[in-house]
Structures are given as C-alpha cells and as structure tokens.
C-alpha cells in the first residue's frame, strides 16, 4: 500500500478516540485535551467503558456503540486488546488508525511481533490504513487534527515533519513555537508497521499545503518503495533528512576492502543523495535548515559574500566557508568603487567586507545596496556584533528595509550575543530573514542552499551516451560465475575475477595461475620483464597482508625462488589456509598513476552498492570514498568521483598530469552494468585501478558471489533500464522503428522531436505553444523512474545516426490503481500509424503492471487524438461546449482492443 485512504486520516469527517481519559497526565488524558483543543470542525468521539464522559463529552463504552462511522480511529489501550478493536473498527467502516500503544515486538519481544502481525492481519481485509504502534500520534494544522500527546500544538505553516522518534518530534516541536516555525503536517511514525516513509513522502509531495519536508530517520524498511517516492518528492520540494546510527559495526564482518570501508550509514549517505534530499548531521542543524526553509531562499552556487561590522567575526565566517567547501566571493571593481563611495576609507576593501564597528543602520543599508549589484556572489550574509556606539534596533531595521531588494541573491543574517541580540534575531526572522547566532550556523546553513541545489542540478544533469555490454560479454561473464558456484566455491579467484572485468569492457593486467614453482618461471618466459607473483588461495582475501606478493622479478629463476619463499611463508603465517599457487602478470610501469579502488557491496536494505575512492594498502585507513546507488550513467559516476579527495589529485599538478577521469567514470559504469546483470554478484573489489593520463587497468581483482536471489532485480533500490522491454515495431505502411524505453541520455533527442514538429502538433500535446522545450522540462521528460513511470521512444535511423520520433508516457499514482498518459509524434510521421502502435503497446504494458485505468486529458479540438483512442477502446467524456479539454480513459480491467 501506499497513499490509499490516507483521506481518512489526514482529513477526517469523524474521529473516535480510544482510550481517552480523565485520569490526570495519562497518555489518554492528554490525546483528548489535544484532540478537542486541536479546532477539529468534525465531531471527535470518546471511547472509554469506565467514562461516562471526556473532557465534557460523552463518552462510548465501546466501537459498536458509536453512533456514526469514524473515518480514524486514535487507539490508546493496552496491546493485547488493539488487534480486536481494530477489527471491530474495520467492520464498522473505519479506514485508518493511530495506534500509540507500544508492545508490538520492540527489542525483539515475540508476543509483541504476533500481536503485531495480528493487528496487521485485523486491518488488511478492509485497507485500514495504520500509523504506529508505539508513537506520538500526528498532528495536522489545517484539519485542527491533534492526535497525539505530545506537550505543544504547532502552529499552521507550510513545513511537514516525519519522525521514528517522538522525543525528537516534541524537542523539534519546543524549538519552532519559540522561533514562530509552522508546520502542515507532523507524524510520529513509531514502528512503520504499516504506514512507513515511502507512503508518507508520496503523499506530502502532491500536498498543496506542504512546501519543505523535514524527516528523522531511524531506519528504512522498503527501498524501493523509499528511493521512488523520496526522488518524486525531491522534485517537487526541499527534503531535508537527519538519520540517527552512524556506526557501521557490520563493516567489520566485510570480506572486501569496499565491504569494510562502505559502512551503512555511509550507505544512508549516498541514499539521500541520490534522491536529491539534503542530509544534516545533527538536531541542530534541523533546527537550523527549518529556519532556512521558511525563507524559501534558493542559490545559484557557493560563493558567498559576508558583510560585516566587526572584522574578526567576518574572518570566522569566511574560514568555516573555507572549511565546508563554500567559496569567498570577490567584488567587481565597479562594486568596490560603489562601496568606497559609502564606507570609510578604512573599509577592508574585500571580502568579509568589514564596514566598521561604528556602523550606522544608514551605513548597512548603503553596503546592502552596493553588494546588490555584484555578479560574481550567490549570497550574502550579512553579520552584527553588539556596540555601545549604535542602538541595537537602527541596524536590525535597516537590514530588513534593505532585504526585499535582496532576493536576489539572497541574504542571511547573524546576529551575534544574546542579551540584545535574541530579540533581534527573532525580528529578523518574523520578517522572513534567516537569523543565526555563530558564524559558523550561519555558514552552515548557506552550505545547506547550496547543497541542497547541488543536489537538485545532479537530478536534471544530461549523461552523455555509455556503450552497453552486448550479449557475448554478459555470456562470457556467467560463465565463470555459474563455473565458480558449480565448484562449491564463493570467491573468484584472481584470475577469474579479472575475466569477468574483461568480459564487461574493464581493462585488466593479463594474469596466468601457476600451480607451483616452477610453472611460474615457465609463464615468466613467456611474458615481457619484470613480473609480479600473489599467492593464490580462497582463504586470503588481503595478500600483501600476509607477505602474498613479491614484485619486481626479473628473471625465471628469481620467479622460482620467490614463488618457493613466498608459499612457505603463507603457509607459516596461514597454516590452515588452501594454497592451490600463484598468479603471474607483468609488472606495470605506470609511474604517474594514482592508485584507486573501485567496487561494490550488498547492503542489507538498499541492495548492491558502489565504491569509488583512494585505493592501495592503506585505503582502509585513507578512508577516501564515495558511494552510490546503480544503475549510474556518467554524470553520476562523475559526481562520485568529485566527492573524494582523491579527485583533486586527478585534476593533475606540478608535473604530473591529468588523469583520465572519463575513463574512471566508464569503469563505474561498467561496474554498475555488471552487478545489474549479474545478481550472484555480492562483493566486488579493483584494488588497486591505476589511473593516469593514458587511462586505467585493473592490477588486482576480488569478487564474492553466492546463488542468485529469488527477488531478480528487486534487490536494487532504482529500478534499473529495462532492456526487455525493447522491440521493433513493423508500422502499417511498412516502416520499422525501434521502440525502447526513453533513457536520461535521451534529453537532445526529445528536444530534438519538439523542434522538428509543427507549432499546432506541440500545442495538442502541451496546452500551449513552446518554441524549444527549455532544459529543466526536457530533463524531467528523459529522466524516468522505471517503477513508477514509464516511457517508450520510438526510434529511427537517420544515417549514421538515431532519431527520436515518437514518445508515449504514463505516470502512475502510488498504488498502481491509475496512471495518466501523454503522446507525441513528429509531424512527418504523421499517418504512418506510430501513434496507434505507440499508445497500444502503452496499454499493454501498463496491463501487464497492474493498472487498472490509464486516463488522460486531451484538447477537445484533437480530432485525431480523440479517434485514435476510441479505436482502442477509449471511454471519452462528450465535452460541454464551454470544455477546453476532454478526459480520456481506458478501462485496463476489460479485454484489449484490437485493431
């Protein structure tokens, strides 16, 4: 389930609520003083046998007795008794439930997991919807809906708050009263029985009340469900995100340097991310990215200009900008002779630009303006330290006197101390302003806007075009696979491992296996001097821990020797472990290559997961790296490689140059190719990649495997591009195009179908006439959640090159009850029949996924649209002459049409 009867319970007719009491500071007592305080216009009904009334209203003496159906039900009796009340409210008509109780498994209890899945098993036959076990309740301004016992009621605003934690929910709910934040919607989650974030997260997106969303996480139990609906929100509006339980105890039990260094909130990390939320560390920094939030202020960048009048509290601001990753701005020489003009002469004629201690508000005003019209900043943060020479309010007014012109771009403020400064700081905020009391908040909080943009751009970058793995390669890689489970074994040795790299298109150092001593100076003749030896063993993952290589071997005999010296002392360190040999490649003289590591790793929640960062012996101590979810494309894989430190290494210095970094992205790629295609594939490790301006090769390879999963794809958190979908479609007339799923790389091609159409074809389609589809509507249009969405692209050869000329799309709700469609041919395709096949197999493939009805709306003018789908058995609403549109509808429940 997802949003289904969500109406029930974020806008009720009716509410029972069960459980209340008048024994003082019960958790009873207190949800009924919430929920008759709260405004609810609706009629709220008691339910306690041993009250005659609640809070001076009648009370029921149990669910039959009500007098009228409640749409939700906040339940607050013991465990044992909440699985039946939940059946007796479903049999009544009820559709959702609060359930506060706690005692449903927490810490493992079994009685409470079966009361659990009783509760579960009670609501399942009538959809009830059910928040909780062990919560705080929710609370929903605009209904006047306080079903919870916490000590507060919010006030009405536009932020929603999600919470695991009801002691986090009431100290977030403390900090907004006494800072004037107000909330749509806040809902304590409790156990995610049933209603969970992903559920959550689809309905606040489509919320008009809602602007930002806030969550604390403690854990996620469905990823796909999550990534979809987290991704859809992200789009829609700011999501910022704070997960408690950063260790990763579990990397410690990891095979693979990738297991060890990508722990799970490393993991959680690289989630949000991908999603395009904004991840913040601490309750502080919530508090502080609400207050930015109810700004509303957005960032083109990170170059931040600081306005100040104190010059030490602008050097401590500029050196957490410094810290964070921000940039100073600098002044244009026409913005430096603006400020000469209004400042002393003792300005700092830079940025922090230091106006002076004796700084009047006129003085801030005329600084403000001037800073305006500099180009080369995003923001500007300007600053206060309490003096004796000016009343503390002159500069406060002046500030916001000065900030509506200031949008753009946008001002935050810090008001430094507290005696004078609070007072200040809460005016600034009433007006709209940010207001934070250290440099560093301040800071901060800009680096948020800026993450959060970064973030946002990642989600609308075009990748460009990556050669997929044709058949033969996936063939060749299954083999070795399918080879090494056959044998009872899990891990590849190095040798296999590097054939399964090479089947994907990595570049790997030819590697031979020599079963003693002397086989290994017979391969060395064979291969150009020096060469390299490993021990070869499935018991020993990290070889040069144990003194498994030898380097730098120049002749066979000195091959022989080490190879003899090298199993004797593996045996004497390991004398349990199996030695079957050695491997033998040449040594690679790559003198200006960096050692990097690549790899992936199973998580327990979210599936299978990359690694980039600084490879060789000490990676796990360098601790440089980067994660990210597949199925990567190149802008992605590029995005991971910045994230590490490493990568300004790569960029080149002194006189080392360059490194091919396309070439470090493509084996990201690759990687993620493999572990789509290849789900016996659990842990992987290059360790080391060399890296350098000629490239990359693979030196040493590590790859776990184990049986398949039942699940397929579903063990990925992203749906991946589905191939199977691809077909050729034979048009009536006799042209072939190929239909296949539209993919992010197709952004030009889209583009490319809007300007090649009529003007009168892109109205039909749009509702209006667009000379170019700008970047941000061509992004989103070619950038599909394969779960939730779909789009197919009919495709042409036009030379050496493909064309899209044709585009049918559907986006479905939640619960795959309903998805609405959309059509565009190119108007020289027109007649040819592409736009029947396009919207027919649509309808197939929609069927096929558990649609019930794919609907749309279509111009009433569209004749040929109109036509089109009454042909395949399209209901059409018969438009009113005053209707500019029409609803169409196709009952998927129903036989196809045919033609």
Not at 229 to 235: L, M, N, S
Not at 323 to 348: F, K, T, Y
Not at 403 to 420: D, K, R, S
Request: with cysteine; hydrophobic share 45%; proline share 6%.
């Amino acid at each position: 389930m997802t949003t289904r009867n969500f109406d029930a319970l974020f806008a009720p007719k009716a509410i029972a609520v069960i459980g209340a009491s008048n024994h003082p500071h019960s958790v009873g007592a207190v949800l009924a003083r919430n929920m008759f305080a709260g405004g609810f216009m609706g009629p709220i009904l008691a339910v306690n046998p041993h009250e005659t009334a609640i809070q001076s209203t009648l009370s029921y003496n149990s669910v039959a007795d009500l007098p009228l159906t409640p749409d939700l039900a906040v339940i607050a009796t013991p465990p044992g008794t909440v699985p039946g009340l939940i059946a007796e409210l479903g049999a009544k008509g009820c559709r959702a439930a609060v359930v506060v109780t706690a005692g449903f498994g927490e810490g493992g209890a079994k009685e409470g997991e079966a009361l659990r899945d009783a509760m579960l098993e009670a609501g399942r036959p009538y959809m009830m919807r059910i928040v909780g076990p062990n919560c705080l309740g929710f609370m929903t301004t605009g209904a006047g809906i306080n079903a919870s016992f916490a000590h507060l009621a919010p006030a009405k605003g536009d932020i929603a708050f999600l919470s695991q934690s009801g002691a986090v929910l009431t100290s977030v709910l403390d900090w907004a009263a006494g800072k004037g934040v107000g909330f749509s919607h806040i809902v304590s989650l409790g156990d995610m029985s049933d209603v969970d974030f992903g559920d959550l997260l689809d309905y606040l997106a489509q919320d008009q009340a809602t602007r930002s969303i806030l969550l604390y996480v403690e854990s996620v139990k469905s990823a796909r469900k999550f990534m979809t609906a987290a991704r859809i929100a992200a789009r829609a509006k700011p999501v910022i995100v704070i997960k408690s339980g950063r260790s990763a105890s579990g990397a410690k039990a990891a095979m693979s340097h990738t297991g060890a260094m990508a722990g799970s909130d490393a993991v959680y990390d690289a989630v949000f991310r991908r999603a395009g939320m904004l991840r913040v560390t601490d309750l502080r920094e919530v508090f502080e990215a609400a207050e930015t939030l109810k700004s509303r202020l957005t960032v083109r960048g990170d170059r931040l200009a600081i306005l100040t009048n104190g010059g030490g509290v602008g050097v401590l601001a500029a050196d957490a900008l410094e810290a964070r990753g921000g940039r100073l701005a600098s002044l244009s020489p026409d913005v430096i002779e603006a400020l000469n003009a209004v400042l002393p002469s003792s300005w700092s004629h830079g940025v922090p630009v230091d106006i002076l201690g004796d700084a009047s508000g006129e003085r801030y005003t005329k600084a403000i303006t001037a800073l305006l019209h500099n180009k080369e900043q995003d923001a500007i943060l300007v600053m206060n330290c309490p003096t004796g020479v000016v009343e503390p309010n002159e500069s406060v007014e002046a500030v916001i006197a000065a900030a509506p012109q200031a949008y753009a771009p946008p001002v935050i403020t810090c008001w430094l101390g507290e005696a004078t400064a609070s007072a200040a700081r809460a005016k600034l905020s009433a007006a709209g302003l940010p207001a934070y009391e250290t440099p560093d908040e301040a800071v901060r909080a800009f680096m948020h806007l800026v993450e959060y943009r970064r973030n946002q751009d990642l989600l609308l970058e075009t990748p460009a075009t990556h050669t997929l793995i044709g058949e033969g390669g996936q063939a060749a890689a299954r083999k070795v696979v399918e080879a090494t489970l056959a044998d009872g074994r899990s891990v590849l040795s190095e040798a296999e491992a590097k054939q399964v790299l090479a089947a994907y298109g990595v570049p790997v150092v030819e590697t031979r296996i020599a079963t003693n001593p002397a086989e290994a100076a017979a391969l060395a003749r064979t291969m150009p001097s020096p060469v390299a030896i490993k021990i070869l063993s499935p018991d020993i993952t990290h070889k040069s821990d144990v003194g498994g290589v030898r380097l730098n071997l120049r002749t066979p005999d000195e091959v022989e020797a080490a190879a003899r010296a090298m199993i004797e002392q593996v045996a004497y360190r390991l004398p349990d472990a199996r030695i079957t040999g050695v491997t033998v490649q040449p040594m690679v003289t790559r003198p200006t290559a960096h050692e990097l590591i690549v790899g992936l790793i199973d998580d327990a929640t979210f599936g299978p997961v990359l690694l980039f960062g600084q490879g060789g012996t000490a990676v796990e101590v360098i601790a440089d790296r980067a994660l990210g979810l597949p199925p990567l494309n190149s802008v992605l894989a590029r995005a991971m490689i910045d994230a590490t430190r490493v990568s300004k290494l790569l960029k080149g210095y002194r006189d080392r140059p360059a490194a091919d970094v396309d070439a470090i992205a493509d084996v990201l790629q690759r990687l993620s190719d493999l572990v789509i295609d290849l789900p016996e594939v659990v842990e992987l490790d290059i360790n080391p990649l060399l890296a350098d301006d000629k490239g990359v090769i693979a030196l040493d390879a590590r790859i776990v495997v184990r049986k398949a999963p039942a699940n397929g794809d579903q063990r990925l958190a992203i749906r991946p591009y589905p191939a199977n979908l691809e077909q050729s479609l034979v048009l009536p007339k006799g042209r072939t195009v190929k239909l296949r799923p539209v993919r992010p790389q197709d952004e030009p091609g889209i583009v490319d179908l809007i300007a090649r159409s009529a003007p009168e074809d892109v109205r039909m389609r749009f509702f209006s006439v667009l000379k170019t589809l700008p970047h941000q509507m061509a992004a989103r249009l070619s950038q599909i959640d394969y779960d939730r969405e779909m789009a197919f692209a009919a495709v042409d050869k036009e030379g050496d090159a493909e064309a899209i000329v044709g585009v049918v799309r559907i986006f479905g709700d939640p619960d795959r009850a309903n998805a609405e469609y959309a059509i565009m041919v190119r108007s020289d395709w027109k007649g040819e029949g592409l736009g029947y096949r396009l919207l027919a197999e649509m309808l197939t493939y929609a069927r096929k996924a558990g649609y019930a009805q794919v609907w749309g709306e279509v111009l009433s003018e569209n004749t040929r649209m109109l036509t089109m789908a009454r042909d395949l058995g399209g209901a059409i609403n018969c438009p009113q002459p005053s209707q500019r549109t029409v609803r169409v509808e196709f009952d998927l429940t129903k036989a196809a049409a045919t033609a």
